[in-house]
């Protein structure tokens, strides 16, 4: 069996590049174990590196910022056995905008229209932390403006189960598998730049309910498949402030804990199956680079 894992940060993208290598070999690493040969591109036209080495291949995952999933996704799903989100549910994700109407419409807190004073501007499709910042301005091209909600940063990483059935019959799978709850290090600036330094997992939190809820009801209401991190603000409520419908840093903590092996709940779950739960032992902290450190 062969395993297609395309992370498009470590060769095009030096912002990100240590968090992609990160991933990539964490990911790697479960395949192999899981009996895969794992096949990765090697730099140059990431597209055409899809189109080509992926229908060789049993199943992939792409792992790229948000603007691109939608384009890569879909050369993946032409060519291959998808074990990630959907490629129209990754672009809706990717839309920061829409993606917070549509949660809003559902009653998920998501932070609101920005208030006078300071401010939280990111890119309407952006991924991570990578420009995003809080300020008194306004946005510029490309960017928008959100509520600045001061709380506790967290995130909740979830596998949800495809979709499956025949032209007669669906249902929509199992419901999304909790993985962890994850604390977020997350730096201020004094220029208002906002920094995400890695975090801390698995979080036994005293609101453990309230953010659970809120992630998997955004996951089922954005029908987002896969491995998916919600992140997540607490304050008053639990506000949802983005959906990553692809593989997150958290990933490098999460699987130096479980005992299950993530490549296999992510083959299961593109099938409609998968457990019901997953076992974590201990706690460890990990940085932006995917160093982890046993607590």
Not at 265 to 277: F, H, M, N, R, Y
Request: net charge negative; charged share 25%; aromatic share 6%.
């Amino acid at each position: 069996m062969k395993a297609f894992l395309a992370e498009y940060a470590t060769f095009h993208d030096p912002r990100l590049a240590p968090e992609g290598r990160a991933m990539l070999d964490t990911l790697a690493g479960s395949f192999e174990r899981c009996g895969y040969e794992v096949v990765t591109p090697d730099g140059g036209d990431f597209l055409g590196e899809i189109r080509r080495l992926a229908p060789g291949c049993d199943v992939g995952l792409v792992i790229a910022p948000d603007r691109f999933l939608f384009s890569f996704s879909s050369a993946l799903e032409k060519a291959t056995h998808n074990v990630g989100c959907g490629s129209m549910n990754a672009a809706i994700c990717a839309d920061k905008s829409q993606c917070g109407r549509v949660l809003a419409r559902h009653g998920i807190p998501v932070p609101g229209d920005p208030l006078p004073g300071r401010k939280v501007i990111k890119p309407a499709a952006g991924c991570g932390s990578v420009d995003v910042r809080v300020s008194s301005g306004g946005p510029g091209p490309g960017e928008i403006a959100q509520e600045f909600i001061d709380g506790e940063h967290l995130s909740v990483s979830l596998v949800g189960s495809r979709v499956v059935g025949d032209a007669c019959s669906y249902y929509t799978g199992k419901p999304p598998l909790l993985l962890a709850v994850n604390r977020q290090e997350i730096r201020i600036e004094p220029s208002g730049e906002i920094r995400y330094l890695g975090g801390e997992t698995p979080v036994h939190h005293s609101r453990q309910d309230e953010l659970v809820e809120a992630a998997v009801r955004s996951v089922q209401v954005l029908g987002c498949q896969g491995y998916v991190g919600v992140d997540i603000v607490l304050a008053d409520r639990p506000y949802v402030v983005d959906v990553n419908p692809r593989i997150t840093t958290s990933i490098v903590g999460i699987a130096a804990c479980m005992d299950e092996e993530i490549a296999d709940i992510l083959v299961q779950a593109s099938k409609g199956g998968g457990p019901d739960e997953v076992h974590l032992e201990g706690r460890v902290r990990f940085d932006s680079h995917g160093k982890v450190r046993r607590l």
